[in-house]
């Protein structure tokens, strides 16, 4: 999961936001896995209350409240989207451009 880089090791701040970036990927990946654990729990109590299976087509989504389980869902999936793509960033070597001015060192 962590992608090893020259910045990750790095005590500069890019380094730390690079490593603070690895650990919220993880926890968004994360919550996204939770989600998907309750919205299914959502959709088995939709289908119970309609007897529409889900696997019958679309009529599923009509049920108000699997609609917005599903619509919450969208927000995780677009939170893991932007920090996968700064993590390909960081893949690509965008993250080890450590610049730090000597003035800076403490
Ligand atoms: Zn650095």
Redesign the pocket.
């Known amino acids: 999961m962590t992608a090893p880089g020259a910045?990750s090791a790095?005590?500069?701040?890019?380094?730390r936001a690079h490593r603070h970036l690895e650990r919220a990927m993880a926890e968004l990946e994360r919550a996204c896995l939770a989600w998907g654990v309750w919205a299914d729990s959502v959709r088995k109590l939709a289908e119970r209350r309609t007897g529409i299976s889900v696997a019958d087509g679309l009529a599923l989504l009509d049920d108000p409240e699997y609609a917005r389980a599903l619509r919450l869902g969208t927000w995780f999936d677009d939170a893991v989207a932007a920090a996968r793509s700064a993590r390909e960033a960081a893949d690509a070597g965008w993250f080890t451009v450590?610049r730090?001015a000597p003035a800076d060192e403490q």
């Open positions: 910045t790095c005590r500069c701040e890019l380094g450590c730090r």
